[in-house]
Structure formats: C-alpha cells, structure tokens
C-alpha cells in the first residue's frame, strides 16, 4: 500500500490565492494524502473557504488558531500529522501535478530519508527552472553537505517546500521550527534534519512553482541589528552543523562556511523577470534558453567578507532610513574623516561615481544631515549635523553587530590576524588623504569628542525644557 504523505500548508489571509494552492494538492496524482491547512487568525475569509475544502473532501483537515506566526502554525501541523512522510506548500505558490509522486518514489525504491527536486521560480508571467545537485545516485550526509556548502544561501537548499522529510525522523529527534526567528527558520529546521539523516536522493524535475515574496526582512520593518542578531544565530547553527559533518577534516571547508554570511547578505533581492533562462508561465514543457538563474550575487574574490556584510547592511539601513545606499555609505565616510581635497577624493574612498557623490551631498546637505564648504586650502570641509545622530548611531551599532557575526568561531590568533587587516586597511585609505597633516588617530579622537559634546549638549538642553 503506498505510504501515508502529510502535506502541511501554513495559511494566513490568503483568500486570493489559496483555491490555486489547495487545487494544485488535491489534484496531485498520487492521492495517499493528508493534507493539514492550519488557518493562522485570518480576518478576510480565508477560513470560511478552508472549512469549505474540508466538506468536500475528507483528505483535508482544517485546524483554526490565534495569528501565531508560520512557524508555530507548521509546529502545530507536524504535532497533528499522522502520514510516514512529510511535505510542505506555502499558501501563496501551488505544486506541479506529479510534486508528491515525484518525491515519494526514491523514498520508496531507495529507502532515502530525504528527496529533494527543482523548482520553478515566478516572476509575474515569467519563471525560471532552479535546481543544484546533478548527481542521479543516493548521497550520504556527507556528500549531500559538500553540495550544500557550494550554495549555502540557495532557496533549493533552504526551504521546505522542494522536499520530503521521513517523520519518524522529525519525531525521535523533536525536530521543530524555531518560533523566535523571522528569517532561515526553514533553513535550521532543514540543517537539524540533515543531521539525522542517512540517505539523500536529488531529482532534476521541478515539483514546485514558488512565487517571489514581498515579504522581505526590509518590508517587515526589521531593524539593523536584529537582522544581523538574526544572520549570527543561524550562522551558528550552520557552522556547527559543518563541524560535526565534516569533524576533523572541519578545516578544509571552514573559508567556505563562512562565506554563507556573504551569501545571505542577499536576503530580499528581486530576480529581473526577464532574464536569461526565463520563459513565460505556462511554456515550462518547453526547453529554457541559456542558462539558469542564480539566487545569489556571485562570490567576494579577495576582499574581507565583512565588506560585503556591511555593505548589504548599510543598504537595509538607508531603506529603514528612507535614505539611499549611496548617502548612508557618506555618513560612515563622514563619520571618520572630514576633509578631501574634493569630491573626487569621496569618489575614490567609496566607488561612487562624481554623479552619484554630487546628488548624494546635495540631498545630505538638503535634508539638513551635514552640510559642507569649499576651502581654497583646506579643501572640502564636511560638517555632520546634530540630526544626522539618528542615522549614524545605527550605522555605528551595525559595524559592531557586523564585527561579532564576522568574528564569531575565529580563535584568537586568526581573530588577531583579521583586526589587523582592517587596521592596515584603515591606514592606507588616511594615506590616500595626503591634505591631513594631522595623524589618523587624532582625527579620530577629535571626531568623537566632537559626536560627544553633541549629545550632552542635546541632553542637557532638553533637561532645560523639563525644568
């Protein structure tokens, strides 16, 4: 008899949507389903037609909750499930009409704890085909790690939904999403079950249509700092993951696990709908033209890693900030020197062009954030303005967030190695500025106090006020 497969959907206000979703699993060729819809307090109607699938067919069983969020709506399904295995759908995307057969078949001839397929991803009427192993044999946990490691942001590896999980396995290990996280919990749920698993097999079929989200961690309002608190805690799990894989040949893949920070700094990207690679929706049965989208925006080739994480970082601040990238990448370079010789030199130091530099000062300068004047000896004099505290606090707050995830797991001397690096780095860029005739640390010492006798005079009069 085929094996019971529990198909767990999260849904929350999805009245648009779901008839798509919930169609696309009830008209799935293999028909051994349960099927969990666990309605997260929606508020539209979305309940009235869940209940209404539940009528129609007895697969379908509809659970009702307060809004507790997707991972305690997922953590109650899997309470729930009764099925050997286990497979996930988001409300919004919807299953190709062979997905559960697909992916219970190397589960059953092979015995695999985990099978994992392609997917299609939308863009409006556009889609592309998303896949990464093409090894057609069954992988041990090793072996499917290395993949991994290859692509370690990649959606194909991270999400639910192109997959199916053994539930014995989820059960004796009490494997459950993390209700604390709003970004990778999917991810860390996946990196615990791999960690139980024996057997892996990869299909290069597609079973799935994801539909690019607007929900990104910037939409949600998220702060600087919880998103790298957020980036810091699932980096821990995923190195730890890869230290007891791989145990003492960990050192042969420690660079590449920390490239996942770099990898992950590109949360929340939007794919151009009419890439290469792309067909319309409804042409998937037709051969796809050139190569295949990548979800990540390639690999940092000798540079610091920090970099790249500080610089997605000052791109989420000035989206929170209503300010542009370019304009939160000046007030850091304000906040530690002052003085070029023009606005060329800025150009140099930051890899904007004169263009960009020239809007970029003017709005600063508009918005009352710094102000700046032209000196025939000392040449561009940058002033940072008491309102522009708000902005650079947070930029400062992010650098040190930024620092503690880059650092974490480095041993002492390589910790040693790395500030090092950066301080000979912080050198020769005060050596480009040949008009500072005093030393670096000096302008430093002076910019601080300088930020400092801001705040206590703002304090001070606002003591004022209350009296």
């Not at 659970?63 to 499930?81: F, K, T």
Request: glycine share 6%.
């Amino acid at each position: 008899m085929e094996p019971l497969v529990s198909l767990i959907v999260p849904v929350y206000n999805a009245k648009d949507y779901i008839n798509r979703c919930v169609d696309s699993i009830l008209n799935q060729e293999y028909q051994n389903l349960e099927i969990l819809l666990i309605d997260d307090g929606s508020s539209d109607g979305t309940d009235a037609l869940l209940d209404e699938y539940a009528a129609k067919d007895k697969r379908v069983r509809v659970i009702h909750q307060e809004n507790a969020g997707v991972s305690a709506s997922r953590n109650r399904a899997l309470d729930l499930a009764q099925g050997e295995f286990v497979q996930f759908a988001d409300s919004d995307d919807w299953l190709t009409p062979d997905s559960t057969s697909l992916l219970i078949r190397p589960t059953v001839e092979k015995g695999c704890d985990m099978v994992i397929g392609d997917f299609y991803r939308v863009t409006g009427k556009r889609l592309s085909q998303k896949g990464d192993i093409d090894a057609d044999h069954i992988m041990d946990r090793r072996e499917f790690a290395s993949y991994m490691i290859e692509n370690p942001a990649d959606f194909y590896y991270g999400v639910l939904w192109n997959k199916l999980f053994r539930r014995s396995i989820i059960e004796e290990h009490q494997i459950r999403m993390d209700e604390e996280l709003s970004w990778c919990e999917d991810f860390l749920f996946n990196l615990e079950y791999i960690r139980y698993a024996e057997s892996f097999y990869a299909i290069q079929v597609p079973v799935y249509y994801y539909m690019k989200r607007k929900d990104s961690l910037v939409s949600q309002g998220v702060s600087i700092s919880n998103t790298v608190k957020m980036k810091s805690t699932v980096f821990d799990y995923y190195n730890a993951f890869y230290r007891d894989v791989y145990e003492e040949d960990y050192a042969e893949v420690k660079q590449k696990v920390r490239m996942f920070l770099i990898s992950t700094a590109w949360d929340g990207f939007v794919m151009p709908s009419l890439a290469p690679g792309t067909s319309r929706l409804g042409e998937e049965g037709m051969k796809l033209a050139g190569g295949f989208l990548s979800d990540t925006g390639g690999i940092l080739v000798d540079r610091y890693y920090f970099d790249k994480l500080l610089e997605y970082q000052l791109g989420l601040a000035a989206m929170l900030k209503q300010i542009t990238a370019d304009e939160a990448i000046l007030l850091l370079l304000f906040e530690n020197i002052r003085r070029f010789t023009g606005r060329r030199e800025i150009t140099e130091l930051t890899g904007l062009n004169v263009q960009k530099t020239t809007r970029a000062l003017n709005r600063l300068k508009r918005e009352k954030l710094i102000d700046f004047e032209m000196d025939s000896e000392e040449g561009l004099i940058i002033d940072v303005l008491e309102k522009a505290a708000e902005y650079t606090d947070e930029i400062d707050h992010a650098v040190e967030e930024c620092k503690k995830v880059c650092l974490k797991g480095f041993s002492r001397e390589e910790t040693g190695e790395a500030e090092e690096f950066a301080a000979r780095a912080n050198e020769n860029v005060r050596a480009k500025l040949g008009q500072v005739s005093r030393p670096a640390e000096a302008a430093a010492t002076e910019i601080k106090i300088e930020k400092e006798a801001k705040k206590t005079a703002k304090k001070s009069a606002k003591k004022g006020e209350n009296k």
